[in-house]
């Protein structure tokens, strides 16, 4: 178990350019979460996939974000247009799901965008 | 609209006492709870969690108490150590199957002072 991993941590980008981050989860796990988390707030769902299908997504998710999971494998979320309201940290989660419970989520540690 | 919410922003205890978390939710569908403890420049870790038909449930120095009539829910740490310094997250979800779809309260800092 390798745990979630984020790339790249940091992100700094000015106003107006795109960016992608990329979430590789738990190779076993079959759901793949983006959250985002800004200053003294806990994170925020934003969108969710189950394999390659993408499930759900929060009105939070701008027309600018994007995200795929093209292979049920790894994921990329996109920004497009960023603002400086975009700032935050981008969380990414999996889990496995095989039960009436999901096993709980498994963070990955983030991205960090700074938008200026 | 916040959902879940914990008061207290942060939290300073002495290594070997308890330490206990607050946080409420106004959502009366939530039935899965999760405490999550998160350190500087880390992802969130999961801790603990109870589903709404317990009121207790308990994993080493760590149990979590839900009250459902008040729409509370506690994280007791005993005995504090140094190393269980983090923010502390509680969170909530609706529907067994749906538990990654979380709503967070706003963290609570906990330090343990040696």
């Known amino acids: 178990d390798t745990g979630v991993s984020q790339d790249p941590r940091h992100k700094i980008t000015k106003r107006g350019q795109n960016v992608t981050f990329r979430c590789d989860p738990i190779s076993e796990h079959n759901r793949l979460y983006w959250y985002r988390q800004t200053l003294g707030q806990g994170p925020e769902f934003l969108t969710y996939?189950?394999?390659?299908?993408?499930?759900?997504k929060s009105r939070l998710l701008s027309d600018r974000f994007s995200a795929e999971r093209p292979k049920g494998s790894f994921s990329t979320l996109e920004i497009q247009r960023t603002e400086q309201g975009d700032s935050a940290m981008y969380l990414c989660?999996?889990?496995?799901?095989?039960?009436?419970?999901?096993?709980?989520?498994?963070f990955g540690n983030g991205t960090r965008l700074t938008v200026t | 609209d916040q959902q879940v919410k914990q008061n207290s922003p942060s939290l300073s205890v002495q290594e070997g006492r308890i330490s206990i978390l607050n946080c409420d939710y106004t959502n009366s569908m939530f039935d899965y709870f999760l405490w999550y403890k998160k350190y500087p420049a880390e992802g969130p870790t999961f801790l603990i969690s109870i589903s709404s038909i317990k009121d207790k449930n308990e994993d080493g120095r760590f149990t979590v108490f839900l009250n459902k009539s008040a729409k509370h829910l506690s994280l007791h740490i005993v005995p504090s150590q140094p190393g269980d310094s983090a923010v502390y997250f509680c969170a909530a979800s609706v529907g067994s199957s749906n538990t990654g779809k979380l709503i967070f309260g706003q963290g609570t800092t906990l330090q343990v002072k040696p």
């Open positions: 989660a999996s889990s496995r799901q095989d039960r009436p419970y999901n096993s709980p989520l498994h």
């Open positions: 996939f189950q394999n390659e299908a993408q499930l759900e």
